[in-house]
């Protein structure tokens, strides 16, 4: 029997998180099941259960996969492309909904909110490091200008949150209120 490259393994376990992503994004985590994803995908069960044991690990596998679109900088034309690239993927892959039940599954999948909060982490550290550098800091350096950039990468998340929720809840959002409120909060 010929050998399984890796690529097609690879490839087959994506086919099941987009399956998944999709049925998520349009029916809730809760109102998925296996066979749903099973039927999604275009597989088996054997095929599913090769690369996954439960619904709960696609989960973990479709969280763990999260895009990393944040600016290089944080000028407007940065903020707003970005905002306009999460507008877009609201729009073409229902991701917005997707976010809106993985946070409501985080509240209450221990295993999941250590994920999401890690995630979270990680997104505000990333924007601190971009509000020192648009100040031309250097972190480290001073530590309440650190707090200072860590209070605002803390705002800067949450309203990019509630902009997500609010596509997913109001469907098309126009980001330009988003984009000056965010350059407010940068800027001050």
């Not at 049925?23 to 999604?40: E, K, L, P, Q, Y």
């Not at 044991?53 to 970005?82: H, M, R």
């Not at 809106?100 to 550290?125: F, G, H, K, N, T």
């Amino acid at each position: 029997m010929p050998k399984v490259s890796q690529a097609h393994l690879d490839a087959r376990r994506q086919q099941i998180i987009d399956a998944a992503r999709a049925r998520f994004a349009t029916h809730g985590f809760a109102r998925t099941s296996m066979a749903d994803i099973v039927t999604g995908s275009g597989l088996s069960n054997g095929a599913i259960y090769r690369y996954f044991t439960s619904k709960e690990e696609i989960v973990v596998a479709v969280c763990e996969q999260a895009g990393d679109g944040l600016p290089q900088e944080l000028t407007t034309e940065a903020v707003n492309g970005f905002l306009e690239h999460i507008r877009t993927l609201a729009r073409d892959a229902d991701h917005a909904r997707l976010v809106a039940q993985i946070y409501a599954e985080a509240a209450v999948s221990p295993p999941l909110a250590a994920l999401v909060r890690d995630q979270l982490a990680a997104l505000r550290a990333a924007v601190a490091e971009l509000v020192l550098a648009r100040r031309g800091l250097d972190r480290g350096r001073d530590r309440d200008r650190d707090r200072d950039a860590e209070r605002v990468a803390e705002a800067f998340v949450a309203l990019c949150a509630g902009y997500n929720q609010q596509l997913a809840i109001r469907g098309d959002v126009d980001p330009a209120p988003y984009t000056a409120a965010l350059m407010a909060i940068v800027e001050e």
